[in-house]
Protein backbone atom coordinates (compact mmCIF):
# COMPACT_ATOMS: atom_id res chain seq x y z
CA UNK A 1 0.00 0.00 0.00
CA UNK A 2 1.00 3.45 -1.09
CA UNK A 3 2.12 5.56 2.27
CA UNK A 4 2.40 8.97 0.37
CA UNK A 5 -0.04 11.15 1.59
CA UNK A 6 -3.17 12.06 -0.02
CA UNK A 7 -2.67 15.51 -2.38
CA UNK A 8 -5.46 18.16 -2.13
CA UNK A 9 -8.05 17.47 -4.96
CA UNK A 10 -10.54 19.75 -6.09
CA UNK A 11 -12.77 18.28 -9.08
CA UNK A 12 -12.60 20.07 -11.99
CA UNK A 13 -9.43 22.09 -10.44
CA UNK A 14 -12.43 24.50 -8.96
CA UNK A 15 -10.99 27.30 -7.12
CA UNK A 16 -7.47 25.65 -7.37
CA UNK A 17 -4.77 28.64 -7.87
CA UNK A 18 -2.17 26.94 -10.59
CA UNK A 19 -0.20 30.07 -11.31
CA UNK A 20 0.49 33.58 -11.26
CA UNK A 21 -0.29 35.96 -14.42
CA UNK A 22 0.45 39.87 -14.64
CA UNK A 23 -1.76 39.32 -17.62
CA UNK A 24 -5.47 39.34 -16.34
CA UNK A 25 -7.86 39.26 -13.52
CA UNK A 26 -10.88 38.27 -13.28
CA UNK A 27 -12.71 39.75 -10.53
CA UNK A 28 -16.02 36.78 -9.56
CA UNK A 29 -18.00 39.76 -8.40
CA UNK A 30 -18.38 41.12 -11.83
CA UNK A 31 -15.02 42.98 -12.99
CA UNK A 32 -12.56 42.08 -15.48
CA UNK A 33 -8.84 44.01 -15.88
CA UNK A 34 -5.77 43.44 -18.75
CA UNK A 35 -3.00 44.48 -17.08
CA UNK A 36 -4.46 46.89 -14.67
CA UNK A 37 -7.24 48.25 -17.36
CA UNK A 38 -10.69 47.80 -16.43
CA UNK A 39 -12.49 46.48 -19.27
CA UNK A 40 -15.67 48.53 -19.21
CA UNK A 41 -13.04 51.69 -20.07
CA UNK A 42 -11.34 49.41 -22.37
CA UNK A 43 -14.27 48.89 -24.31
CA UNK A 44 -15.28 52.42 -25.09
CA UNK A 45 -11.39 54.50 -25.87
CA UNK A 46 -9.32 51.48 -27.31
CA UNK A 47 -9.19 49.28 -30.44
CA UNK A 48 -8.27 45.55 -30.51
CA UNK A 49 -5.00 46.53 -31.57
CA UNK A 50 -3.75 48.57 -28.84
CA UNK A 51 -5.42 46.08 -26.95
CA UNK A 52 -3.70 43.34 -27.94
CA UNK A 53 -0.45 44.80 -28.36
CA UNK A 54 -0.91 45.64 -24.04
CA UNK A 55 -1.70 41.86 -23.45
CA UNK A 56 1.22 41.13 -25.57
CA UNK A 57 4.05 43.51 -24.48
CA UNK A 58 2.89 44.27 -21.10
CA UNK A 59 2.09 48.19 -21.89
CA UNK A 60 0.00 49.98 -24.14
CA UNK A 61 1.31 51.33 -27.48
CA UNK A 62 2.54 55.26 -28.21
CA UNK A 63 1.37 56.09 -31.65
CA UNK A 64 4.02 55.30 -33.64
CA UNK A 65 4.16 51.95 -31.78
CA UNK A 66 0.85 51.02 -33.21
CA UNK A 67 1.10 52.24 -36.17
CA UNK A 68 4.32 49.98 -36.20
CA UNK A 69 2.32 47.11 -34.61
CA UNK A 70 -0.94 47.48 -37.41
CA UNK A 71 1.16 47.51 -39.77
CA UNK A 72 3.10 44.46 -39.18
CA UNK A 73 -0.13 42.61 -38.90
CA UNK A 74 -1.20 43.93 -42.86
CA UNK A 75 2.70 42.50 -43.92
CA UNK A 76 1.50 38.97 -41.88
CA UNK A 77 -2.38 38.20 -42.49
CA UNK A 78 -1.73 36.50 -45.78
CA UNK A 79 -1.45 32.96 -45.59
CA UNK A 80 0.96 30.79 -47.38
CA UNK A 81 0.00 28.99 -50.31
CA UNK A 82 0.26 25.49 -49.00
CA UNK A 83 -1.95 26.17 -46.09
CA UNK A 84 -4.67 27.49 -48.64
CA UNK A 85 -4.52 24.45 -50.63
CA UNK A 86 -4.76 22.15 -47.38
CA UNK A 87 -7.71 24.11 -46.70
CA UNK A 88 -9.15 23.19 -50.14
CA UNK A 89 -8.52 19.56 -49.71
CA UNK A 90 -10.86 19.70 -46.50
CA UNK A 91 -14.40 18.17 -47.15
CA UNK A 92 -16.81 20.81 -47.39
CA UNK A 93 -18.88 20.28 -43.99
CA UNK A 94 -15.54 21.17 -42.28
CA UNK A 95 -16.50 22.92 -38.91
CA UNK A 96 -14.47 26.28 -39.06
CA UNK A 97 -13.14 25.31 -35.81
CA UNK A 98 -11.78 21.68 -37.25
CA UNK A 99 -10.19 24.22 -39.74
CA UNK A 100 -8.21 26.60 -37.57
CA UNK A 101 -7.13 23.89 -35.34
CA UNK A 102 -5.20 22.03 -38.37
CA UNK A 103 -4.86 25.48 -40.11
CA UNK A 104 -2.83 26.84 -36.95
CA UNK A 105 -0.85 23.43 -36.75
CA UNK A 106 -0.19 23.95 -39.91
CA UNK A 107 1.66 26.78 -40.26
CA UNK A 108 4.07 26.11 -37.48
CA UNK A 109 6.56 24.80 -39.74
CA UNK A 110 6.17 27.88 -41.74
CA UNK A 111 7.41 30.16 -38.91
CA UNK A 112 11.68 30.76 -39.14
CA UNK A 113 11.30 31.30 -35.41
CA UNK A 114 9.01 28.15 -34.59
CA UNK A 115 11.52 26.65 -32.40
CA UNK A 116 13.21 30.22 -30.78
CA UNK A 117 11.58 30.65 -27.42
CA UNK A 118 12.82 33.49 -26.23
CA UNK A 119 10.72 36.81 -25.50
CA UNK A 120 11.59 38.47 -29.08
CA UNK A 121 10.75 35.89 -30.88
CA UNK A 122 7.67 34.64 -28.92
CA UNK A 123 6.33 38.19 -29.33
CA UNK A 124 7.09 37.53 -33.63
CA UNK A 125 5.36 34.88 -33.70
CA UNK A 126 2.40 35.78 -31.66
CA UNK A 127 1.57 39.05 -33.84
CA UNK A 128 2.06 36.25 -37.18
CA UNK A 129 -0.44 33.59 -35.54
CA UNK A 130 -2.43 37.17 -33.93
CA UNK A 131 -2.69 38.25 -38.00
CA UNK A 132 -3.03 34.61 -39.76
CA UNK A 133 -5.90 32.87 -37.26
CA UNK A 134 -7.82 36.11 -38.61
CA UNK A 135 -7.46 34.79 -42.46
CA UNK A 136 -7.67 30.95 -41.53
CA UNK A 137 -11.22 32.16 -40.17
CA UNK A 138 -12.10 34.34 -43.19
CA UNK A 139 -10.65 32.50 -46.03
CA UNK A 140 -11.36 28.86 -44.79
CA UNK A 141 -15.04 30.01 -44.71
CA UNK A 142 -14.93 31.06 -48.11
CA UNK A 143 -13.00 28.13 -49.81
CA UNK A 144 -15.96 25.70 -47.83
CA UNK A 145 -18.20 28.15 -49.97
CA UNK A 146 -16.76 27.44 -53.22
CA UNK A 147 -15.11 31.27 -53.14
CA UNK A 148 -11.92 32.59 -53.55
CA UNK A 149 -9.96 33.97 -50.61
CA UNK A 150 -9.50 37.85 -50.69
CA UNK A 151 -6.25 40.11 -50.34
CA UNK A 152 -5.94 42.21 -47.62
CA UNK A 153 -6.79 45.93 -47.62
CA UNK A 154 -4.19 47.45 -45.56
CA UNK A 155 -6.02 50.46 -44.93
CA UNK A 156 -8.75 48.67 -42.72
CA UNK A 157 -7.97 47.54 -39.36
CA UNK A 158 -7.65 43.88 -37.83
CA UNK A 159 -11.59 44.19 -37.53
CA UNK A 160 -12.32 45.68 -40.58
CA UNK A 161 -10.54 43.69 -42.52
CA UNK A 162 -12.19 40.19 -41.11
CA UNK A 163 -15.37 41.73 -42.28
CA UNK A 164 -13.55 42.84 -45.96
CA UNK A 165 -12.06 39.38 -46.41
CA UNK A 166 -14.84 37.37 -45.27
CA UNK A 167 -17.53 39.22 -47.20
CA UNK A 168 -16.14 41.10 -49.92
CA UNK A 169 -18.11 44.35 -48.71
CA UNK A 170 -16.18 47.22 -46.99
CA UNK A 171 -17.95 47.51 -43.70
CA UNK A 172 -19.28 50.68 -41.99
CA UNK A 173 -17.24 52.41 -39.53
CA UNK A 174 -20.44 51.39 -36.63
CA UNK A 175 -19.72 47.67 -37.80
CA UNK A 176 -15.91 48.07 -37.50
CA UNK A 177 -16.34 49.63 -34.00
CA UNK A 178 -18.61 46.65 -32.89
CA UNK A 179 -16.87 44.00 -33.85
CA UNK A 180 -13.31 46.28 -32.21
CA UNK A 181 -15.41 46.14 -29.02
CA UNK A 182 -16.33 42.33 -29.15
CA UNK A 183 -12.73 41.45 -29.77
CA UNK A 184 -11.70 43.39 -26.45
CA UNK A 185 -14.22 41.86 -24.78
CA UNK A 186 -12.96 38.26 -25.59
CA UNK A 187 -9.45 38.57 -25.97
CA UNK A 188 -8.38 37.17 -22.45
CA UNK A 189 -10.15 35.88 -19.05
CA UNK A 190 -6.71 33.92 -17.08
CA UNK A 191 -6.47 30.67 -16.37
CA UNK A 192 -9.88 29.79 -18.83
CA UNK A 193 -9.60 26.01 -20.36
CA UNK A 194 -8.29 26.98 -23.43
CA UNK A 195 -5.43 29.43 -22.04
CA UNK A 196 -4.64 26.78 -19.50
CA UNK A 197 -3.96 24.22 -22.05
CA UNK A 198 -2.18 26.30 -24.00
CA UNK A 199 0.03 26.98 -21.05
CA UNK A 200 -0.10 23.08 -19.89
CA UNK A 201 1.30 22.63 -23.74
CA UNK A 202 3.95 25.81 -23.30
CA UNK A 203 5.01 24.32 -20.12
CA UNK A 204 6.09 21.48 -21.96
CA UNK A 205 8.95 23.88 -23.74
CA UNK A 206 6.59 22.79 -26.83
CA UNK A 207 6.22 25.75 -29.09
CA UNK A 208 4.01 28.55 -29.85
CA UNK A 209 1.81 26.92 -32.35
CA UNK A 210 1.53 23.51 -30.58
CA UNK A 211 0.01 25.66 -27.40
CA UNK A 212 -2.18 27.72 -29.61
CA UNK A 213 -2.78 24.29 -31.49
CA UNK A 214 -3.97 23.19 -27.95
CA UNK A 215 -6.19 26.26 -26.63
CA UNK A 216 -8.15 25.74 -30.21
CA UNK A 217 -9.03 22.16 -29.78
CA UNK A 218 -10.03 23.18 -26.39
CA UNK A 219 -12.37 26.31 -27.05
CA UNK A 220 -14.57 24.13 -29.50
CA UNK A 221 -16.50 22.66 -26.75
CA UNK A 222 -19.77 23.52 -25.93
CA UNK A 223 -18.72 24.41 -22.19
CA UNK A 224 -16.62 26.64 -23.27
CA UNK A 225 -16.25 28.87 -26.56
CA UNK A 226 -18.96 26.05 -28.28
CA UNK A 227 -21.55 27.72 -25.97
CA UNK A 228 -21.62 31.11 -28.45
CA UNK A 229 -22.86 28.59 -31.49
CA UNK A 230 -25.15 26.77 -29.32
CA UNK A 231 -27.06 29.67 -27.89
CA UNK A 232 -28.14 30.80 -31.01
CA UNK A 233 -29.94 27.13 -31.52
CA UNK A 234 -31.31 28.03 -28.55
CA UNK A 235 -32.67 31.26 -29.10
CA UNK A 236 -33.84 30.14 -32.80
CA UNK A 237 -35.75 27.60 -31.25
CA UNK A 238 -37.33 30.00 -28.56
CA UNK A 239 -38.05 32.77 -31.18
CA UNK A 240 -40.04 34.87 -28.89
CA UNK A 241 -39.91 36.86 -25.48
CA UNK A 242 -43.21 35.41 -24.60
CA UNK A 243 -41.78 31.70 -24.89
CA UNK A 244 -38.82 32.15 -22.87
CA UNK A 245 -39.67 31.72 -19.52
CA UNK A 246 -41.55 28.08 -19.88
CA UNK A 247 -38.76 26.58 -22.09
CA UNK A 248 -36.40 27.27 -19.65
CA UNK A 249 -38.82 25.69 -16.98
CA UNK A 250 -39.31 22.47 -19.32
CA UNK A 251 -35.34 22.89 -19.87
CA UNK A 252 -34.73 22.76 -16.14
CA UNK A 253 -37.24 19.78 -15.79
CA UNK A 254 -35.14 17.40 -18.06
CA UNK A 255 -32.23 18.86 -16.46
CA UNK A 256 -30.49 20.35 -19.62
CA UNK A 257 -27.54 22.41 -19.52
CA UNK A 258 -28.42 25.66 -21.07
CA UNK A 259 -25.56 27.25 -23.35
CA UNK A 260 -24.83 30.88 -22.35
CA UNK A 261 -25.38 30.77 -18.81
CA UNK A 262 -23.13 29.91 -15.55
CA UNK A 263 -19.79 30.16 -14.77
CA UNK A 264 -16.48 28.69 -13.11
CA UNK A 265 -15.41 31.82 -11.61
CA UNK A 266 -18.37 34.45 -12.15
CA UNK A 267 -21.30 33.97 -9.86
CA UNK A 268 -22.68 37.52 -9.49
CA UNK A 269 -22.82 38.03 -12.93
CA UNK A 270 -19.68 37.74 -15.90
CA UNK A 271 -18.32 41.61 -16.38
CA UNK A 272 -18.66 41.20 -20.18
CA UNK A 273 -22.67 40.62 -20.44
CA UNK A 274 -23.35 44.25 -19.70
CA UNK A 275 -21.68 45.65 -22.46
CA UNK A 276 -22.59 42.90 -24.93
CA UNK A 277 -26.29 43.28 -24.00
CA UNK A 278 -25.85 46.93 -25.14
CA UNK A 279 -24.02 45.71 -28.76
CA UNK A 280 -27.34 43.37 -29.14
CA UNK A 281 -29.71 46.38 -28.08
CA UNK A 282 -28.36 48.73 -30.50
CA UNK A 283 -28.08 46.56 -33.11
CA UNK A 284 -31.82 44.91 -32.68
CA UNK A 285 -32.77 49.10 -33.33
CA UNK A 286 -30.53 49.29 -35.69
CA UNK A 287 -31.76 46.26 -37.83
CA UNK A 288 -35.24 46.44 -36.69
CA UNK A 289 -34.70 42.77 -35.21
CA UNK A 290 -35.45 43.72 -31.11
CA UNK A 291 -36.93 40.36 -30.68
CA UNK A 292 -33.50 38.84 -29.57
CA UNK A 293 -32.48 40.85 -26.23
CA UNK A 294 -36.08 40.63 -24.57
CA UNK A 295 -35.78 36.72 -24.90
CA UNK A 296 -32.54 36.76 -23.36
CA UNK A 297 -33.41 39.15 -20.31
CA UNK A 298 -36.53 36.67 -19.30
CA UNK A 299 -34.11 33.38 -19.82
CA UNK A 300 -31.79 35.80 -17.30
CA UNK A 301 -34.54 36.52 -15.23
CA UNK A 302 -35.72 33.10 -14.71
CA UNK A 303 -32.60 31.49 -14.34
CA UNK A 304 -31.79 34.08 -11.57
CA UNK A 305 -35.54 33.06 -9.85
CA UNK A 306 -35.02 29.17 -10.34
CA UNK A 307 -31.05 28.23 -9.98
CA UNK A 308 -29.22 31.50 -9.24
CA UNK A 309 -27.40 31.40 -12.49
CA UNK A 310 -25.72 34.13 -14.53
CA UNK A 311 -25.62 34.61 -17.95
CA UNK A 312 -22.57 34.81 -19.47
CA UNK A 313 -20.94 36.60 -22.55
CA UNK A 314 -21.86 33.61 -24.58
CA UNK A 315 -25.90 34.55 -24.77
CA UNK A 316 -25.25 37.84 -25.52
CA UNK A 317 -22.79 37.36 -28.55
CA UNK A 318 -24.80 34.82 -30.42
CA UNK A 319 -27.99 37.23 -31.64
CA UNK A 320 -24.99 39.65 -31.77
CA UNK A 321 -23.32 37.99 -34.10
CA UNK A 322 -26.44 36.84 -35.95
CA UNK A 323 -27.20 40.78 -36.31
CA UNK A 324 -23.70 40.82 -37.81
CA UNK A 325 -24.67 38.40 -40.47
CA UNK A 326 -21.96 36.24 -39.59
CA UNK A 327 -22.47 32.31 -40.26
CA UNK A 328 -23.64 30.67 -36.50
CA UNK A 329 -20.72 28.39 -37.00
CA UNK A 330 -18.47 31.06 -36.88
CA UNK A 331 -19.27 32.04 -33.87
CA UNK A 332 -16.62 30.21 -32.04
CA UNK A 333 -14.17 31.17 -34.49
CA UNK A 334 -14.51 34.90 -33.94
CA UNK A 335 -13.95 34.34 -30.36
CA UNK A 336 -10.45 32.89 -31.34
CA UNK A 337 -9.20 35.74 -33.29
CA UNK A 338 -9.73 37.45 -30.20
CA UNK A 339 -8.33 35.46 -27.91
CA UNK A 340 -5.39 34.30 -29.58
CA UNK A 341 -4.23 37.52 -28.49
CA UNK A 342 -4.55 36.41 -24.95
CA UNK A 343 -3.31 32.66 -25.71
CA UNK A 344 -0.04 34.01 -26.84
CA UNK A 345 0.48 36.36 -24.25
CA UNK A 346 0.20 33.47 -21.61
CA UNK A 347 2.50 31.68 -23.74
CA UNK A 348 4.97 34.31 -23.67
CA UNK A 349 4.37 34.29 -19.67
CA UNK A 350 5.18 30.67 -19.66
CA UNK A 351 7.78 30.68 -21.56
CA UNK A 352 9.34 33.89 -19.61
CA UNK A 353 9.06 31.56 -16.22
CA UNK A 354 8.45 28.28 -16.71
CA UNK A 355 7.89 25.37 -15.02
CA UNK A 356 6.40 22.07 -16.37
CA UNK A 357 2.50 22.06 -15.39
CA UNK A 358 2.00 18.64 -13.81
CA UNK A 359 -0.84 17.97 -11.30
CA UNK A 360 -1.53 14.57 -9.59
CA UNK A 361 -4.51 12.49 -9.88
CA UNK A 362 -6.57 10.86 -7.27
CA UNK A 363 -6.44 6.91 -7.95
CA UNK A 364 -9.40 5.07 -7.42
CA UNK A 365 -8.55 1.58 -9.39
CA UNK A 366 -8.43 -1.43 -7.77
CA UNK A 367 -6.12 -2.02 -4.85
CA UNK A 368 -2.64 -3.59 -5.62
CA UNK A 369 -3.52 -7.11 -6.87
CA UNK A 370 -1.80 -10.16 -8.14
CA UNK A 371 -1.28 -10.70 -11.93
CA UNK A 372 -2.89 -13.88 -12.85
CA UNK A 373 -0.41 -14.70 -15.67
CA UNK A 374 -0.87 -14.22 -19.49
CA UNK A 375 -3.87 -15.38 -21.38
CA UNK A 376 -2.39 -15.22 -24.20
CA UNK A 377 0.73 -17.89 -23.61
CA UNK A 378 3.59 -15.10 -23.93
CA UNK A 379 4.26 -14.33 -20.85
CA UNK A 380 7.47 -14.46 -19.17
CA UNK A 381 8.10 -18.33 -18.07
N1 LIG B 1 -27.52 25.14 -17.09
C1 LIG B 1 -28.06 24.38 -16.14
N2 LIG B 1 -27.46 24.11 -14.97
C2 LIG B 1 -26.24 24.62 -14.78
C3 LIG B 1 -25.62 25.43 -15.73
C4 LIG B 1 -26.30 25.68 -16.92
N3 LIG B 1 -25.76 26.41 -17.89
N4 LIG B 1 -24.41 25.82 -15.27
C5 LIG B 1 -24.27 25.27 -14.05
N5 LIG B 1 -25.37 24.55 -13.76
C6 LIG B 1 -25.64 23.82 -12.55
C7 LIG B 1 -24.66 22.67 -12.40
O1 LIG B 1 -25.12 21.50 -13.05
C8 LIG B 1 -24.62 22.52 -10.90
O2 LIG B 1 -25.81 21.87 -10.49
P1 LIG B 1 -25.77 20.80 -9.29
O3 LIG B 1 -25.24 21.56 -8.09
O4 LIG B 1 -27.18 20.38 -9.17
O5 LIG B 1 -24.85 19.73 -9.76
C9 LIG B 1 -24.72 23.96 -10.41
O6 LIG B 1 -25.37 24.66 -11.46
C10 LIG B 1 -23.42 24.62 -10.11
O7 LIG B 1 -22.57 24.52 -11.23
P2 LIG B 1 -21.10 25.12 -11.17
O8 LIG B 1 -20.27 24.31 -10.25
O9 LIG B 1 -21.23 26.57 -10.91
O10 LIG B 1 -20.62 24.90 -12.69
P3 LIG B 1 -19.14 24.66 -13.22
O11 LIG B 1 -18.25 25.70 -12.67
O12 LIG B 1 -18.72 23.26 -13.00
O13 LIG B 1 -19.35 24.86 -14.78
C11 LIG B 1 -19.82 25.95 -16.80
C12 LIG B 1 -19.25 26.11 -15.40
C13 LIG B 1 -19.11 24.80 -17.54
C14 LIG B 1 -19.60 27.24 -17.57
C15 LIG B 1 -21.33 25.63 -16.68
O14 LIG B 1 -21.98 26.69 -16.03
C16 LIG B 1 -21.97 25.35 -18.03
O15 LIG B 1 -21.94 24.20 -18.49
N6 LIG B 1 -22.56 26.37 -18.69
C17 LIG B 1 -23.12 26.20 -20.01
C18 LIG B 1 -22.04 26.30 -21.07
C19 LIG B 1 -21.56 27.71 -21.29
O16 LIG B 1 -22.37 28.63 -21.41
N7 LIG B 1 -20.25 27.87 -21.39
C20 LIG B 1 -19.63 29.18 -21.65
C21 LIG B 1 -18.81 29.59 -20.49
S1 LIG B 1 -18.20 31.23 -20.68
C22 LIG B 1 -17.04 31.17 -21.88
O17 LIG B 1 -16.43 30.17 -22.17
C23 LIG B 1 -16.79 32.43 -22.63
Not at 241 to 265: C, N, P, S, T, Y
Request: neutral net charge.
Amino acid sequence: MSTETKPAYSPGLAGVVAGETEICWVDPNAGLMYRGYDIHEMAQKANFEEVAYLLLKGELPSGDELAAFSKALVAERALPEPVLKMLRLMPKNTHPMDMLRTGVSMLAPFDPDLNDHSHEANVRKAIRLLARVSSLVTDGWRISQGQEPLPDKPDLTHAGNFFYKLTGGVPQDWQIRMLDTIYILYADHEYNASTFAARVTASTLADMYAAVTSACGTLKGPLHGGANEESMKMLDEIGTADRAEKWMMDALAQKKKIMGFGHRVYKKGDSRVPIMREIARDLGKRLGKEQWVPICENLEATMEREKQLCANVDLYAAPVFTMLKFPPELNTPIFAVSRVAGWCAHVIEQHDHNRLIRPRSLYTGPQLRPYPGSVSGNGAK
